[in-house]
């Protein structure tokens, strides 16, 4: 039973701060919530595991203040908003209300919530991702001032099969790390002034979770990305490297950035690798289409009129919505 008409949003409190110590019991709503979702698609018996701590840390540090979570009159968690923005691009996810709760309201109040914190964050760009099938979660943004957008493909390629020379930000001596960091955020800002991906580098590092692989020319940064290899499921061995950011100046340099992606996914004991296209950057899909990707996932973006996303001025910038 998933409607609760009796269940009074008086007897919840909230929006209150993501601890680290809420991990646990936010991987039981996680997981809950998300299971119901897939049972009322249709998927019976599919059952969604808990994510790595590690990665739910990663979360709600990157939020940086804007993970919040509410609570019934018991203390436990009834719903939680993890809130993002890197410079003035926003995004919500994961956010998830617990299956007793689900139709009381409490939807909306997270989003709502979300929404209002980006804004005071100055937040040009408000957006979050759900799955294109499923049409009652498109209804429910769409209420609260949401259009849809194009679909964001996932692709795997293959790890390397030999090994690379894979430039890597975490392979630099610490104190020529700041230096880079401050030149992938400058080609960062050429493409969509604004973004800043800084603090997602430096804790990717901090924790442990994956690396920055660099691409350079003739001495000039022209690219990066943001990786994470650490299993994103609690107890599951490495399977895929995912890249959670990409900059490059211009699309001619993806194929390249491509083979060192595929070197640091052999590097780091990963079969494949993974890269999230958003549906602007048709050029991308394509080259990586050609290299021999496969379509894994579809996700649907949705951004709330008024705060769209632009394209990067001359080149790429691929950056999920996801952790």
């Known amino acids: 039973m998933t409607t609760v008409p009796w269940r009074s949003l008086r007897n919840i409190s909230g929006p209150l701060p993501v601890r680290l110590t809420d991990i646990d019991p936010l991987n039981r709503v996680f997981s809950d919530a998300f299971t119901e979702r897939y049972r009322r698609d249709g998927m019976v018996g599919v059952r969604v595991p808990h ?15 804007g993970a919040q979570l509410w609570r019934d009159e018991r203390d436990e968690i009834v719903a939680f908003n993890i809130v993002h923005h890197s410079g003035v691009e926003g995004w919500m996810g994961p956010l998830a209300v617990r299956p007793d709760w689900q139709g009381s309201g409490v939807g909306k109040v997270i989003v709502e919530a979300g929404v209002d914190w980006l804004r005071t964050q100055r937040a040009r760009v408000i957006g979050l991702e759900t799955m294109p099938r499923t049409m009652d979660n498109i209804g429910f943004y769409a209420r609260l001032g949401f259009v849809p957008g194009r679909l964001t493909m996932t692709l795997t390629l293959e790890a390397a099969t030999a090994d690379v020379a894979v430039p890597l ?3 630099l001596p610490a104190r020529d790390r ?19 991906f800084t603090r997602e580098l430096q804790l990717t590092l901090e924790l442990g979770l994956g690396d920055v ?8 940064l022209v690219g990066f990305a943001l990786f994470h290899a650490a299993p994103l499921v609690e107890g599951r061995s490495r399977e ?7 900059v490059l100046a211009t699309p001619a340099h993806l194929p390249d950035m491509a083979i060192l992606l595929a070197g640091a996914a052999r590097q780091a004991g990963t079969r494949r690798v993974a890269i999230r296209v958003q549906g602007e ?19 649907l973006r949705m951004v709330m009129i008024g705060h769209e996303e632009r394209r990067a001025a001359s080149g790429i910038v691929l950056s999920n919505w996801e952790i």
């Open 213 to 220: 692989v660099l691409r350079f020319e003739r001495g000039a």
């Open 178 to 196: 700041d230096a880079i960091v401050a030149q992938c955020l400058a080609l960062t800002r050429e493409q969509l002034p604004g973004y800043d």
């Open 169 to 171: 930000l975490g392979a």
């Open 51 to 65: 994510l790595n701590p590690t990665v739910w840390r990663y979360a709600i540090e990157d939020a940086h203040g």
């Open 240 to 246: 895929e490297l995912r890249v959670l950011k990409m």
């Open 281 to 299: 950057y048709v050029e991308a899909f394509r080259e990586l289409m050609a290299l021999g990707a496969r379509v894994r996932w579809t996700d």
